[in-house]
């Protein structure tokens, strides 16, 4: 399965009442609140000493996936576009991969 064909089918699942504002506010809304949930359980692994849920953070990791295809929808953004982008801001930012003496000293930019 391809990003698109991703965003194609659980986009099947969006709310058709909401208006690409609202569609736009709840992506951003539940990327943040799925997140929470996801370092909800890691931190109840690493610092309450629970064994990691790996089957509980995969279905928070799904979620975030689905905000993510709905808040690219109401931006008429595919994914796959996403993607792309990403992996050339990364390509840029950290041609021979990952350093972290780059990472320190790297030129404040929009975005992580």
């Known amino acids: 399965m391809t990003a698109n064909e ?13 208006d690409r504002h609202d569609v736009l ?7 943040c609140g799925e997140a929470g949930e996801a ?3 890691v931190k109840k692994h690493l610092a309450q000493g629970h064994p990691l849920d790996r089957e509980a953070l995969i279905r928070e990791l799904g979620d975030v996936a689905w905000y993510l295809a709905e808040t690219a929808t109401a931006l008429d953004l595919d994914l796959d576009t996403v993607l792309t982008q990403n992996l050339a801001k990364l390509r840029a930012r950290y041609p021979e991969g990952f350093s972290a003496k ?6 404040s930019s929009a975005g992580a």
Do not use: D, F
Not at 6 to 18: D, S
Not at 102 to 107: D, N, Q, T, V
């Open 39 to 41: 370092i909800n359980i």
């Open 25 to 31: 506010i709840n992506g951003v809304m539940g990327l």
């Open 6 to 18: 991703y965003q194609r089918e659980a986009m099947r699942t969006l709310n058709p009442e909401l």
């Open 102 to 107: 780059k990472s320190m000293h790297r030129e």
